[in-house]
């Protein structure tokens, strides 16, 4: 095993000593969860506009967050986009593991 020459400490315990853990430093938006399950596909938003109805413009607007997604367009995206309506409705969420509901 390599030693640091500093501290003469193994040299994965020293770094494993200066590691702090990860903070979540962006929120995922609807817009964002609506881009990233489309590009998943391989569709542009033009395909998305022919699957769903939309029109591109707004699929646009959504996945900028320059529109609100609602719950009706929740729905049709994500069959469209073969995902549950939550991924896209509630992309940050997250769920205490002693939080019951």
């Given at each position: 095993?390599?030693?640091s020459?500093?501290t ?7 770094l494993?000593?200066?590691?702090t ?13 609506i881009?990233i399950a489309?590009?998943?596909?391989g ?57 019951v509901?």
């Amino acid at each position: 095993m390599e030693r640091s020459k500093k501290t003469g400490k193994n040299l994965a315990a020293a770094l494993k000593e200066t590691r702090t853990p990860a903070r979540r430093r962006a929120k995922l938006t609807s817009g964002m969860a609506i881009r990233i399950a489309r590009e998943g596909l391989g569709l542009t938003q033009g395909k998305l506009a022919e699957k769903t109805g939309l029109k591109q413009s707004t699929i646009s607007a959504l996945e900028n967050d320059r529109e609100a997604l609602g719950v009706d367009r929740a729905m049709v995206l994500a069959r469209a986009l073969k995902v549950h309506p939550s991924v896209l409705a509630f992309p940050g969420w997250e769920m205490q593991t002693k939080e019951v509901a």
